[in-house]
């Protein structure tokens, strides 16, 4: 949006000759940011394939009694040349069972940062043999890819391949995965942004963690 507004003032200066100062610039470009956000959630359509009702919620929600609510989010840190990931588990009560973080070197695309997230979580959810289990993610494609047939010859549709394999073996147990709004998943999201500079944690629960805590009492308010 800065780079947008700075060439229309650019434009403006040399065909209209008006010039804008940088913090009317700078305040254009945050109202066209908050526009184009606004507009994304108008533009939402549960009927995008193969989602259900369930998806697209904007707040999180408490899992039903007995079962385990899992968020994940995954971060691409560009400049030094690191992903990571992240996923944090809450019972019906919305208290913190296990959280994990991990960061590794490499460049790969957001999109398959957040497949090989999802893996991580569900090969995690096959190894504790845990049923009744939502894993929840703010990455739409991820999940359209995952619920699809469509094979992939490619290093994205492997890890896909995997997750779609993982899903069909724990079909039974009842483990779903589901579409979520990016406003739903501030814990996982705060948990794989700063996996940076705390890099391959556990988080388990009964521990006040400081880094965390106000999210998790925000999502229970």
Not at 77 to 96: D, I, V
Request: proline share 2%; net charge negative.
């Amino acid at each position: 949006m800065i780079c947008w507004i700075t060439w229309k003032c650019r434009n403006d200066l040399i065909w209209n000759q008006k010039c804008l100062e940088p913090h009317e610039a700078a305040n254009s470009a945050r109202v066209a940011l908050s526009q184009w956000k606004e507009a994304q959630d108008k533009l939402f359509d549960r009927s995008w394939g193969l989602l259900n009702e369930n998806d697209g919620n904007e707040r999180w929600n408490f899992p039903t009694k007995n079962q385990t609510k899992v968020n994940t989010d995954a971060a691409v840190f560009a400049l030094t040349n690191c992903y990571s990931y992240a996923f944090s588990a809450r019972n019906h009560k919305g208290e913190l069972m296990e959280a994990q973080s991990k960061c590794k070197v490499g460049t790969i695309s957001p999109d398959c940062a957040e497949v090989m997230d999802i893996r991580e979580v569900l090969s995690w959810i096959k190894d504790k043999q845990m049923e009744n289990v939502v894993v929840e993610t703010d990455c739409l494609v991820a999940v359209q890819e995952i619920q699809t047939e469509a094979a992939m010859n490619s290093y994205f549709g492997s890890i896909v391949q995997e997750c779609r394999d993982l899903l069909v073996t724990m079909k039974d147990k009842g483990v779903i995965l589901m579409f979520i709004k990016r406003s739903a998943n501030n814990l996982a999201n705060a948990l794989a942004s700063c996996s940076y500079s705390i890099a391959d944690r556990i988080w388990k629960a009964g521990v006040a963690y400081p880094e965390i805590i106000h999210v998790l009492n925000n999502d229970l308010i």
